[in-house]
């Protein structure tokens, strides 16, 4: 019998000192607001915004309230006009909806492959049933699509891609970072993403137009010009006019607190990776599951792990998810009817028309999903395994329990 995991999947490592000396000196000086600056000085929230632009290689960057917010402006910053369709994949998370409807936008979703990302040739329909200008690709946990056959739909129908990289912050399509294929990306640095200062977003962009937009959208009254990564003020001669103000501004302690992750981020990336290559491993072992095809051209962030078991019934899925958390192990699902914590889906998201998603229906039902959260070790991520296969081992070949 393998004996209980007693780590905790929600437990992100601390704050480094690095970090809390830095938010120590910002609270000291009182000047919380990132507009509220001396003469000359440029602000926490403002270096990080130079910071994150050059590590993401785009020449605009903005910080703002939530990666949820970062994608409501940044639609908004496109053009997207009320009641305009926005398609968007089928897997993905709450915020995305979410912001495509408070941006005044219709969701479409596309559906999924058992890889996990957009389905290619039900986007090139769906392109041509709506007449979608815009596509708001979701890298949900990470998986990359084939970046070059995508772009060459999103061309040839004229479209506008902005990308949610919520989880690829980070990641790569063929040495080109995940955020730079299309108008804009957006990032979260919420808790459970790559940089965590409880809640907070970018937007990166190469649009000087579509930047200064959505500063002015994101709160920046007149004050665009104390931006760290901004279009030249000329950007902003009419659009500043043309603009409504929607306050959603990154504040200076928590960029203080995330200046510093980012210099680590690089290497926390591999940590992730070995993390995740040791689950990968011990599920790979086992014929009943099935692991997403990760393709060569992805770099990809390992911070959580993905696996399906086709075929699985939803009541024996629910006996999987016991017997995994009877034993310290938290597995999440996204076939259930009822939507649970962080995780729903599209049937729970009753403020859009219904749509009908047979293929990702199929695949979400034998979909499971565990962080990995950095305060996990190494054997600790061994021990995972163990414990997932004594599970999956429990299962019928067919997937059923015994
Ligand atoms: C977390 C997340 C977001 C943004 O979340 P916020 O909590 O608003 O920062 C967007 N997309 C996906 C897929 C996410 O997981």
Redesign the pocket.
């Known amino acids: 019998m393998v004996r209980p995991f007693e780590g905790n999947f929600t437990q992100q490592e601390a704050i480094g000192d690095i970090a809390i000396a830095a938010a120590v000196e910002v609270l000291q000086s009182g000047r919380l607001h990132r507009y509220n600056t001396i003469a000359g000085q440029l602000s926490q929230a403002a270096m990080l915004e130079q910071e994150y632009a050059t590590y993401q290689n785009s020449k605009y960057c903005l910080a703002c309230a ?4 970062a ?1 409501n402006i940044a639609l908004r910053a496109a053009g997207l006009e009320p009641g305009e369709p926005v398609l968007t994949n089928s897997f ?2 709450a ?2 909806p979410g912001a495509i409807v408070g941006a005044g936008g219709k969701p479409v979703f596309v559906e999924i492959t058992k890889n996990l990302v957009i389905d290619l040739d039900d986007l090139a329909a769906k392109f041509k049933s709506t007449a979608a200008r815009f596509l708001l690709l ?1 890298h ?1 946990r990470g998986h990359v699509v084939d970046m070059d056959r995508l772009m060459a739909i999103v061309d040839a129908n004229d479209a506008i891609l902005i990308e ?1 990289c ?2 690829t912050m980070g990641a790569k399509w063929q040495n080109r970072n995940s955020g730079n294929f299309g108008l804009a990306a957006c990032f ?1 640095t ?1 808790t ?2 790559h940089l965590n200062s409880g ?1 907070g ?1 970018f937007v990166t962009s190469n649009d000087p137009a579509f930047m200064a937009r959505a500063i002015i959208l994101s709160g920046s009254y007149m004050l665009y010009e104390k931006h760290g990564a901004a279009p030249d003020p000329s950007a902003f001669a009419d659009i500043r006019l043309q603009t409504p103000n929607c306050s959603g501004r990154m504040d200076n302690l928590r960029a203080a607190i995330l200046r510093p992750q980012l210099v680590d981020l690089e290497h926390n990336i591999e940590r992730w990776n070995k993390r995740y290559g040791i689950i990968e491993k011990r599920l790979s072992e086992l014929n009943t599951v099935q692991l997403p095809v990760r393709p060569k051209e992805e770099s990809y962030v390992g911070s959580s792990i993905q696996f399906l078991i086709p075929g699985i019934s939803g009541e024996t899925a629910r006996h999987f998810i016991d017997a995994n958390q009877k034993l310290g192990v938290e597995l999440k699902w996204f076939g259930s009817d009822e939507p649970v914590a962080f995780t729903s889906n599209h049937s729970s998201w009753r403020y859009i028309e219904a749509q009908n998603l047979p293929r990702t229906d199929a695949i979400l039902s034998s979909l499971f999903d565990i962080r990995i959260p950095l305060t996990f070790s190494l054997q600790d991520c061994e021990h995972i395994g163990e414990i997932i296969a004594a599970c999956v081992q429990e299962l019928s070949p067919d997937g059923e329990c015994q």
């Open positions: 939530s990666g949820g917010y994608m993905t998370l915020p995305v979701s949900m949610d919520a989880h979260s919420q459970y993403k809640e977003g």
